[in-house]
């Protein structure tokens, strides 16, 4: 089959079932949701994982298009201590806000790159085409399973379909997310904006040139990487969001040693000469939230810099990944545990279901301690994957329109 290197343009919406009442259409995951409680000690190890390798990447460009290529990436770029502080607010008045994407967004960009490399997939006996994954995600996907058993405060919701032997899972928004995005205030979309601008100050296209920092910020704009590893006899593909390289040298990912020993870095940001408060919070959850983020795809460092309330950076802090999980109230054997266990689960009751047309929707809510899954079946139930790549994966040939 030919490879797709041209865009395409989607036009999706997920079916919201207003019909569904708790207690009579939903069933109940199999998995105890408080598997630990912050500060006990936890009886078990990590379960058995292999290193995430990385086996591709790709652009989203500024219009939120896939491009099969790395023209997003960035290498860093620290800037020296004379610099400081750093305005996060500078030129914040023409900051290109990302737009709120449709659902399954991401679940259609993953598709392409598999398109992309179809090296990827093997043909059955039947004449079919088979992933070698059980799991098809992203890594915001599985850090929220991960952290689960500490998530007191806020729900979300999943929707899973399988095709050919692999579950392709994908997060939407809840309600109570979409109100709380809409609700934000200029002040708190201008905090959400620190963190881009705090990523121009220290990232570069070119290893051998300083970053651009008088341009307006471009938020719709990423590189990702995809990575393949396996969980407790479970084989995950995922994609995520990478911030940049540490190397003094252009990296030419399309070597595929090259893309296996590339040193990725995560950028954060963070409060300067932090409250009580705020210093328990970063214990309790931020640690958490980082460690399992930067876990995931084998990053070894994180970058902080470290802001007042005015958006000033004041100095910049790494943290080490290894490290950050220690003496904490949390367990990283636990969402290891977690993680496994909610696969696992999910992976039974897609056996179950045995339908590829079927989309299961899995709902967290806190207060209930509990994880609910309803199956949704009919015209109305808007499907999870492209119906293109259902046909690529049938062994059909395909057609879609674009634009090279």
Known sequence: MKKLLFKISIDISIYRPSFLKDGNDTQTFRVNVRLHRFGAKFPGTFPDISRPEPIGFYSVNESREFENNAKNLRFLWLPSPSEMPLDLNAGIENVQRKSIDPDYFDIYHICQFIYNHQEHLRTSSTGQM?????FVTFRGVLRQIMCTPYQRNRDYRLMATCLNGTTYISKVETSDQRSQAMQMTRREMDMCSWGFKFEQYCTTPHPDKPPVTNAPVNESQEFACVYRSKLNGLRLIYGAEMDCIKSDVYVDLKDPEQLRLAEFVELKTSAYKMTQRQQQTFVNYKSLNWWSQ???????????????????VHDIKEYSVRELHRHKPWSSAATG?????????????MHRINDSNAVVMIDYKPALNKIKYSVLRGPDVKPILPEWYRQMMQGSSISIAGSV
Do not use: C, M, P, Q
Not at 130 to 134: G, K, Q, R, W
Not at 294 to 312: E, H, Y
Not at 342 to 347: Q, V
């Open 337 to 349: 545990t977690f993680l496994s266990n909610f696969l696992h689960e999910l992976k039974a009751i």
């Open 294 to 312: 930067s876990f995931l795809v084998g990053i070894d460092t994180i970058i902080t810099g470290l802001r007042d309330d005015n958006g000033l």
């Open 130 to 134: 088979e992933l070698l994954a059980d």
